[in-house]
């Protein structure tokens, strides 16, 4: 799955030249917590939530309320902003956006292409994305089995499933160590007795079993 697939287009964008609570506002009104920058059509920084909190003076502060409001109206944007912007391309592969946010500990993503901001991915969109990929709201069962690696073990178990004319929906294997993986196998049937006793018959361990209606 690519970028382009899962990421939130159209996203809500700030000048460098608006102020803290302009930032505020906008993020405020669309449960937004980081803005891409933009100037003149090009992408020139990011503004968190964070860099809004650390750029407003503490709670321990002397200034008056007024005061404050009055420092806040005057700090632009550009003054607090992130100009070190980590981008994607929206034909990269999901992976490779998770992969960059969790090696460089952030939640977003900009996604440029031909150096326009086309949207962003978020982590929201990787869950959404995960989510997804092992059908966990489709209806049907999932059933977890345990499976040694070795060649074959897959088509072994597909054949099986197959047998019985139900429809493989996902799949997911994630190496146990010590030899074994649980395959996680999503079945679009809620009768799944008989294919489960085939499993087990051919010397496969069913360690969980879900069903969704």
Do not use: C, W
Request: proline letters at 4%.
């Amino acid at each position: 799955m690519f970028v382009r697939n899962k990421m939130t287009t159209n996203p809500f964008t700030i000048s460098p030249d608006a102020t803290i609570p302009d930032a505020h506002e906008i993020m405020a009104k669309h449960k937004v917590r980081r803005l891409p920058v933009m100037k003149n059509g090009k992408l020139v920084g990011i503004v968190s939530k964070e860099d809004i909190i650390q750029a407003s003076p503490s709670k321990a502060t002397t200034f008056s309320m007024g005061e404050i409001t009055y420092l806040l109206s005057k700090t632009k944007i550009s003054q607090i902003m992130s100009k070190n912007i980590i981008t994607i391309s929206p034909d990269a592969l999901l992976e490779e956006a998770a992969i960059l946010m969790r090696d460089n500990e952030i939640s977003f993503l900009p996604v440029v292409e031909n150096g326009k901001l086309v949207g962003i991915i978020t982590e929201s969109n990787i869950f959404d994305a995960f989510i997804e990929l092992l059908g966990f709201r489709e209806p049907g069962t999932r059933l977890t089995v345990e499976a040694e690696d070795a060649p074959g073990i897959m088509s072994n178990l597909t054949r099986i499933i197959g047998d019985y004319g139900a429809n493989i929906t996902n799949v997911a294997v994630y190496r146990g160590g010590h030899g074994k993986s649980a395959v996680v196998i999503g079945i679009n049937t809620l009768n799944t007795e008989e294919i489960e006793r085939s499993i087990e018959d051919k010397g496969f361990k069913i360690l969980y079993k879900l069903q969704n209606k």
